[in-house]
């Protein structure tokens, strides 16, 4: 079943501006990962972010993880064209099954 | 190296038609995983692989969808009498072991059940 629930599920904006977007999960998680997916095919990792973590950047990526309010958000620098996709949140809570969400649609304008 | 690959990348068929799915994971991991994205849907989890391990099949949603894996390395997805329902991108994922890893997924199969 879902757990993971993005926000927004679409965002359009200017290349060079910052995308932010937002996960929300329900139940206790061991871990929650981001993963990018292009034209409706394959997923890529993006990054992981453990439940004792609250903060981890990679490159122009930043994810920020509140346990508290079971929230994630995934924040895009500098945005380029080629960072056009669906970008999904997945929860791990131990039993090795992630749970994605419906994802949000980013469109980058040239 | 080589990534996850998947076979075929399409797939038409008519209802009530078998077809099967392969999937090769990447050399040396020992989890694979299936999951089924229906259009403009997150992930859904079918199927999870762990080395000789019994599968835990609790995401299939019906007993016409069966999988195998075979010496513990190529997957393949079948599912019986096809329906219209069925219509998905198929995707295959490994990772190097139990637990919670990374898993790199596969392009999928995009399957069409006229």
């Known amino acids: 079943s879902q757990q993971g629930e993005e926000d927004p599920q679409a965002l359009s904006i200017q290349e060079g501006e910052n995308a932010t977007m937002n996960c929300s999960y329900k139940?206790?998680?061991?871990?929650l990962q981001w993963y990018r997916q292009n034209s409706g095919r394959g997923l890529v990792h993006l990054i992981l972010i453990r439940s004792n973590e609250r903060e981890k950047h990679s490159g122009r990526l930043r994810v920020t993880l509140d346990t508290s309010k079971k929230s994630s958000s995934l924040l895009i620098t500098a945005s380029r064209a080629a960072d056009t996709a669906s970008y999904f949140c997945?929860?791990?809570?131990?039993?090795?099954?992630?749970?994605f969400g419906a994802g949000t649609t980013v469109t980058v304008r040239a | 190296g080589a990534g996850v690959s998947q076979s075929p990348s399409n797939k038409v068929t008519e209802k009530g038609k078998d077809v099967e799915l392969r999937c090769d994971p990447i050399?040396?991991?020992?989890?694979l995983y299936w999951y089924r994205q229906s259009l403009g849907q997150g992930l859904e989890f079918l199927i999870y692989?762990?080395?000789?391990?019994?599968?835990?099949k609790s995401g299939l949603p019906s007993d016409r969808f069966s999988a195998e894996r075979t010496g513990g390395s190529v997957s393949t997805l079948t599912i019986q009498r096809t329906q219209q329902e069925d219509s998905a991108v198929y995707l295959c994922a490994s990772s190097p072991g139990y637990g919670s890893d990374t898993q790199y997924f596969g392009p999928g199969t995009r399957l069409t059940v006229l």
């Open positions: 997945a929860t791990d809570d131990g039993d090795y099954k992630l749970s």
């Open positions: 139940t206790s998680i061991n871990n």
């Open positions: 692989f762990q080395g000789n391990s019994a599968p835990d």
């Open positions: 050399s040396g991991h020992t989890a």
